[in-house]
């Protein structure tokens, strides 16, 4: 599995806010909004602040999609 934040990107673009706007708002570092723009891990501490900011759910920001060499795993 890996994280995509496509649905953050196209919140942002309807609410008319930039990534700026929201950085300093969420009061997150340029490297976790960097991180998220290449689709990479972040802390949940760093999606808790914006989804604080966005008034919003983890879901309505990110989701996690198939990869191709994902295997199963049994845990």
Same mark, same amino acid.
């Given at each position: ?11 942002? &673009? ?46 309505? &920001? ?14």
């Amino acid at each position: 599995m890996k994280v995509n934040y496509n649905k953050l990107w196209k919140m942002l &673009i309807d609410l008319n806010m930039s990534k700026t706007q929201l950085r300093k708002r969420a009061g997150v570092t340029t490297n976790a909004l960097a991180k998220m723009g290449k689709n990479e891990n972040v802390s949940t501490e760093v999606l808790c602040k914006i989804c604080n900011v966005l008034s919003c759910q983890i879901e309505d &920001i990110m989701e996690l999609v198939e990869t191709e060499n994902c295997e199963s795993k049994e845990i």
